[in-house]
């Protein structure tokens, strides 16, 4: 088909009329954020954990004890203001972490490297995909594994471990070890041994 065609300029196409959801002002904010954290945020000693953290609540991260938070600095955050790390929470080496929605790590949980945590996504059905978003929990003590994707409104159960590379769509419960595309749970998950310190 030619591309003068009249045909081809009136069929519809994905993405057509779509609209930014986001108003200037967050617009801006968030490219500020993305220059901090291309700049003082990566460039910084792999154990300078209080410093990022310093960096990603002055954009507005809800760190409650920010010395007891590991965040290491080949993560990528997309937005610190939706962003919520309880105590002993780790966010592991080249995780990215793309929050259009409230995205939590509850006590103890643990995000490894690689993973991916995508609280948005497109509305398919119409053809200007409108934004959809929603928010993420990785509850109390959960693991995920090497290479994890958890989608937008998913919350996974406290002491669930979810298996490397699995694809997490739809709510985990908690004390369950789960695997798979898509992740479902396979076994239970027995308490962890307490080791008594010397």
């Not at 930014?20 to 500020?32: A, G, T």
């Not at 993305?34 to 990566?42: C, D, M, P, S």
């Not at 790590?105 to 053809?127: I, K, M, P, T, Y």
Request: proline share 10%; net charge positive; charged share 20%.
């Amino acid at each position: 088909m030619p591309p003068n065609s009249p045909l081809l300029n009136k069929a519809p196409f994905l993405g057509q009329n779509c609209v930014s959801p986001y108003s200037k002002r967050e617009v801006l904010k968030q490219r500020l954020w993305q220059f901090v954290q291309a700049t003082l945020f990566r460039w910084t000693p792999e154990k300078a954990h209080r410093w990022r953290v310093f960096l990603l609540r002055q954009f507005g991260a809800n760190i409650p004890v920010p010395d007891r938070v590991v965040v290491f600095p080949s993560a990528k955050i997309y937005a610190p203001w939706k962003l919520s790390l309880h105590p002993h929470s780790m966010i592991g080496r080249s995780v990215t972490i793309y929050n259009l929605a409230a995205t939590t790590l509850e006590r103890g949980a643990n995000v490894s490297q690689n993973c991916h945590l995508c609280a948005g996504s497109h509305d398919f059905n119409r053809w200007d995909m409108p934004l959809i978003t929603g928010p993420i929990t990785i509850g109390e003590n959960v693991w995920l594994g090497a290479d994890v994707f958890v989608g937008p409104g998913v919350t996974i159960g406290e002491l669930t471990v979810v298996g490397a590379r699995s694809v997490v769509v739809k709510d985990l419960p908690s004390k369950k070890i789960c695997v798979g595309n898509p992740c479902k749970p396979i076994k239970p998950r027995i308490d962890p041994i307490k080791i008594s310190s010397a």
